[in-house]
Structures are given as structure tokens and as C-alpha cells.
């Protein structure tokens, strides 16, 4: 009977403890839901709203560039493209066939609608056009009835109204790549575009603007109910820029079908007028994305329209480098401005020898006539006599040899040798023949037109050492450039000879000189062999340029100023394989600095 007591006890015992557990366990679950509820009330009603509250990105229109007289150079319009809403359609790939019927529509981009079908759910419209013209426009929205899912959406893209003659200046916009998402949130949204390359990349940062953003309601499958809130973003900063798209449009035009660069200098302050490459490439299309064979088609044209030889192009720069080889001679004191040398056609230096361009030689001429006929015998004995250390030096005081630094991509630096130079790169010291190659621009130097219209500005504008830029300089930058300490005299006596090639019977650039109301240009051609001239050749007479393949045939160079009395303009003009400096690029290169000279708003002259 006892027992019986006992085991009654002890179950009474356990049955409190688990009672007492229990109600522990209850009061632990409403302390819970009560902090839940009351204390955490607010936190969780935000974390609601944030569920049903999508907040996206907008993104703002881009800047616009602008030439130094107020013309638009990049832009916005208006970007009207085709979307297909997969869940408005009962079929989509009838649907784009449908649509196909109406337009035409590549393999690649069907294959990138259905890839971007299958990436997003059937309620997100996906791009299958853009920049659809207003008849494109209306010819979708006639045949509405049979492209259910199909709708109309408008935004802007980014449009270049000069095309490929300001390409390698402005450069394009394209699509975001991996390697370049930052900090920046707009990176991450889809079909943002941002500068590539030219003045689009340079400026990217102040092109872009600041996002503004768009707060949606969502429901749980992310379906757009209605819009609660819109804070515009800022617009992309405007852009000005030192070019001048008639001197622009005038230089790419006087090309045709020529290969090479120009680049046209205020040589007083260094602002970039004129800045071409050709053959060039549309930025329109660049920016709208391009196709596998259109992209091929430009990597392997011979003439390189995707390089921006203006900067990129590295030539020997040949007679045009004349002036600096007696720059040097007479800064040295290796010869003096009344010191004459005999030029037979040719020299030796031991068994070895140097020929003149002239085959019977020039006779006896001073540094002013050696520039005028731009006799090579001459800078041979300048060169022989100064040695490649001298000519290096003042190289590169006038700005060749380095980059000049104007911001844009894919610049070269070019090439001014010296003794140090070619003992580090081959192992060999400095011929002494080698010494008169380079007094007439070839050999191992090799330079850019930026740097040959550098180069002229510093030499005709009294030895200030101007730098080229496309931002405008101000008077109190305009006063903190540097004067090159040489001397003005002997300054005065190249600019007399660059007058003279191109004003004097017997100066190279004599069939291009212009006068315009008094106002004249000077100026210096070049050529240079791409290939070696062999000495069968030279017995038996040197082969037609015309009949050598495009890519053997010499390059055309020449650099210029204007006007002769007060110089404003400096221009450099390179063309490939364009057989001569006389005939190619002097008339490119005197056309251009008379329009400019035309247009110049400082002269009050009439036509």
C-alpha cells in the first residue's frame, strides 16, 4: 500500500516539473511575439515596405560636347526601340517571326533576344531594335494586331552629327564591360553606356552625371504595380572643346582617299583646331554596337581606320626634321647663317656614299637656301659636324620624342636616339654614318604629327613652349608658358626658310602657296622611304612610286605656318605611302592653314 503511495507521488512530482516547464516555455514564446510585435514593431514594418518597395536607378542624359564656336559635336535624341513582353504573347517565336516579315533582323540579334528571354522572367520587356526611325516606327504600330507582346519604348542614345571626321577626336560610347564597374551604381545598370575611347572616355566622369532614382510598388513576383516616387538624376556636364568643326570637316575632307593625319595648332596657346585621323569609322555605329563582319572589315583594312594615327602613327618625319638638325648647327655655332656649303649630289664618308635627293647637286647654298630646296648634302656636314648628342637635345626641346600628353588614349611616345639609347638597345655604339642619316630625319628617329605640329608652333612663335590641348587657355595660363631659351635670331632665319620653300621659285612647296590679302604660309616637305633603295636602282633609274604596291611607296609629310607676318596657325600633315611631300601633303597642308587663315575672327580683311 506504501509502495503504491510512493510511485503516486513521484509521478505527481514529474507531472508538475513538465507542467512547470511548459508554462516557462509558454512564457518565453509571448515575451517573444510580445517583443517582436511591440518593441520591434517599426523595424519590421520597414522591412515590409522595403519588400514591396523597389527602388531602381535612373539614368541620366549625358553631356554634350561642343566645338569652341558652340557647334554640337556629341549629343542626345530621341532612341525609340522595339520590346517584347514574353508573358503578352502567346507564342514568342511566332511572334519574331512575325516581326522579322516587318523588319529585318539579323541570326545574331534573334539569338540575343531569346538568350535575354531566358535570363528575366516573362513580364520584363526585352530589347529587340533600337534607334527605330519614325516610319519603322509606324510600321509596327499599323501591324500591331499581329505582334501581340510587341510594345514601343522611348529613351535616348548618344548621337555624333559629324561622323567619322571627328571619330578619333570624340571617340564613342558602348556598353559597360566588367573591368570597368566600379564604385559608380550606374555601372550595374543594364544598357548603360560609357566612353570608350576619344574625348567621350577623357571626360567620362563629368559626361556622366549622378543617377536619380524611381521607387516602384512590387508584388511578390516583382510585377510592377504602380510608381510612388521619382527624383531626377543630374545631367551630364557640358563640354567645350578648342576644335573647330569647319577647320575639322575641311581637313578630313582634303584626304579623300588618302591615309594619314593632320593636326592644326594655335601656336600661341597650343589649342588643337584641327585634329584628324583617316580612313575613319562611325562613332553612330560604334555606339549601337557593331557586327562580327563590320568589326572584322575594320581590323583588317590595310590603311587601320580603327588607329588614331595622329597620336598613335609613328614615322620618320624626314626633311621636315631639317629645321631642327639646323636649329641645332646654329645654336651651336657648328654653322653660322652666312656659312655656305657645296652640294655635288652627293658625299663620301669613307667608301661609303650619301646622295642627295638632287642628283647633280645644289652648288654652293647657305642654311636659308639648304631649307628652301631642302638640299640633304647640307644636313649631312651639319649633322656630321654637331653629332647625334646636339641634335637629340634640341630634339627634344621642341617637343619631340616625348608624348605631349593631350589626355587621349594609345598615344607613342616616338623615338629621338642618341648614343645611350642604341648601346642599351642593340649592344652596339653610334656609327658616325650614323650621324648624317638623322641629319636628314631617318634612321631610328620616328615621330608623331602631334609632335611635328608641336614642334612648328615652338619654332615660328618665338620659342614658347607651347603645349597642345583641347581645353581653352586662358590669359593667365597663356602667360606662365616658357620660353625656350634659344636664340631669336636664328629663329627668325628658319622661319625664312620655311617662307622660302613654299614663296621662292625652287622651294619643294612652291605650287602650294596662296596669298590671301597679303597674308602668306611657310612651310617644309618630307618624304621618306619605307623601303631601302638599292643601288641597281639608283644606276638604272629609281622605280615609279605609282607602280609600287600601296604599302612600299614613300610617306608624304609637311609642316607650315601662317600667316607669314605674324604666324597664328602651325599645321603637320601626314600621309601614307602618299609618294610625295611636294605633291600630296603640301597641298593639303596650304589648303587647310588658308581656311584657317580665311576664318581666323581676329582679321578684318574681306574676301
Known amino acids: 500500500m506504501n509502495r503504491d503511495n510512493d510511485k503516486g507521488k513521484v509521478l505527481i512530482h514529474r507531472s508538475l516539473i513538465v507542467a512547470a516547464g511548459k508554462i516557462f516555455l509558454l512564457l518565453v514564446i509571448i515575451a517573444r511575439l510580445y517583443y517582436l510585435q511591440v518593441y520591434q514593431a517599426d523595424r519590421y514594418k520597414m522591412l515590409a515596405d522595403e519588400n514591396r518597395i523597389s527602388t531602381r536607378l535612373l539614368i541620366p542624359p549625358r553631356g554634350i560636347i561642343y566645338d569652341r564656336n558652340g557647334e554640337m559635336l556629341a549629343t542626345n535624341r530621341q532612341n525609340f526601340q522595339a520590346m517584347i513582353v514574353a508573358e503578352q504573347t502567346p507564342n514568342v517565336q511566332e511572334t519574331l517571326n512575325a516581326f522579322k516579315k516587318i523588319m529585318p533582323l539579323s541570326e545574331a540579334e534573334e539569338e540575343r533576344v531569346k538568350k535575354d528571354l531566358k535570363r528575366n522572367r516573362s513580364f520584363v520587356p526585352i530589347k529587340i531594335k533600337e534607334n527605330l526611325t519614325w516610319e519603322e516606327v509606324a510600321k509596327i504600330q499599323l501591324n500591331a494586331p499581329e505582334l501581340p507582346g510587341i510594345i514601343i519604348d522611348e529613351g535616348l542614345s548618344r548621337y555624333y552629327p559629324y561622323g567619322e571626321k571627328m571619330a578619333h577626336v570624340i571617340g564613342y560610347v558602348s556598353s559597360v564591360s566588367e573591368k570597368d564597374i566600379k564604385d559608380d551604381p ?10 570608350k575611347s576619344g574625348i567621350e572616355k577623357l571626360f567620362e566622369k563629368k559626361l556622366r552625371g549622378s543617377g536619380g532614382n524611381l521607387k516602384l510598388e512590387v508584388n511578390a513576383f516583382g510585377r510592377i504595380m504602380k510608381e510612388i516616387e521619382r527624383t531626377d538624376g543630374i545631367p551630364g556636364e557640358r563640354v567645350d572643346l578648342t576644335i573647330d568643326a569647319r577647320l575639322q570637316s575641311k581637313a578630313f575632307d582634303l584626304f579623300g582617299e588618302e591615309s594619314g593625319a593632320a593636326v592644326l595648332l594655335d601656336v600661341n596657346t597650343g ?10 569609322f562611325d562613332p553612330n555605329v560604334m555606339a549601337q554596337g557593331l557586327s562580327t563582319e563590320m568589326w572584322n572589315s575594320l581590323v583588317n583594312d590595310e590603311k587601320k581606320p580603327l588607329s588614331n594615327k595622329a597620336l598613335a602613327g609613328q614615322y620618320s618625319p624626314g626633311s621636315t626634321f ?9 645654336e651651336s655655332g657648328a654653322i653660322k647663317p652666312e656659312s655656305r656649303s657645296f652640294c655635288a649630289g652627293k658625299m663620301f664618308l669613307g667608301s661609303h656614299a650619301f ?7 645644289h652648288g654652293y647654298i647657305d642654311v636659308v637656301e639648304a631649307l628652301q630646296h631642302s638640299c640633304d648634302i647640307f644636313f649631312y656636314e651639319t649633322a656630321q659636324k654637331l653629332g647625334i648628342e646636339k641634335i637629340a637635345e634640341m630634339s627634344r626641346r621642341f617637343g619631340l620624342g616625348s608624348k605631349v600628353d593631350v589626355g587621349l588614349e594609345n598615344e607613342k611616345s616616338g623615338l629621338i636616339p642618341d648614343k645611350a639609347w642604341k648601346l642599351k638597345r642593340f649592344g652596339e655604339p653610334w656609327q658616325q654614318g650614323e650621324n648624317l642619316i638623322s641629319g636628314i630625319g631617318q634612321g631610328y628617329i620616328l615621330t608623331t604629327p602631334i609632335q611635328l605640329a608641336t614642334m612648328t608652333a615652338r619654332l615660328v612663335n618665338g620659342g614658347y613652349e607651347i603645349k597642345p590641348t583641347f581645353s581653352k587657355v586662358n590669359d593667365e595660363a597663356k602667360n606662365k608658358i616658357k620660353r625656350i631659351n634659344v636664340s631669336t635670331a636664328n629663329l627668325d632665319l628658319i622661319k625664312e626658310g620655311m617662307y622660302n620653300v613654299v614663296n621662292k621659285p625652287g622651294g619643294t612647296a612652291w605650287r602650294s602657296q596662296f596669298d590671301y590679302n597679303g597674308q602668306r604660309m611657310g612651310g617644309k616637305t618630307g618624304t621618306t622611304q619605307v623601303r631601302r633603295i638599292s643601288m641597281k636602282e ?30 597664328k596657325y602651325a599645321v603637320a600633315v601626314l600621309v601614307e605611302h602618299g609618294r610625295g611631300g611636294s605633291t600630296v601633303a603640301a597641298p593639303i597642308g596650304g589648303k587647310l592653314l588658308l581656311e584657317a587663315v580665311k576664318l581666323d575672327p581676329t582679321k578684318k580683311t574681306v574676301d
Open 322 to 330: 631639317k629645321m631642327i638638325v639646323a636649329r641645332a648647327g646654329l
Open 538 to 567: 639608283r644606276q638604272t633609274g629609281v622605280i615609279a612610286q605609282e607602280d609600287l604596291p600601296w604599302k612600299y611607296r614613300n610617306h608624304a609629310l609637311f609642316v607650315g605656318y601662317a600667316p607669314q607676318d605674324n604666324p
Open 271 to 280: 589649342e588643337i583646331l584641327a585634329f584628324v585621323s583617316t580612313p575613319s
Open 186 to 195: 550606374l555601372l550595374e545598370v543594364p544598357g548603360f553606356k560609357i566612353g
Open 355 to 361: 646622295h642627295c635627293w638632287k642628283e647633280h647637286g
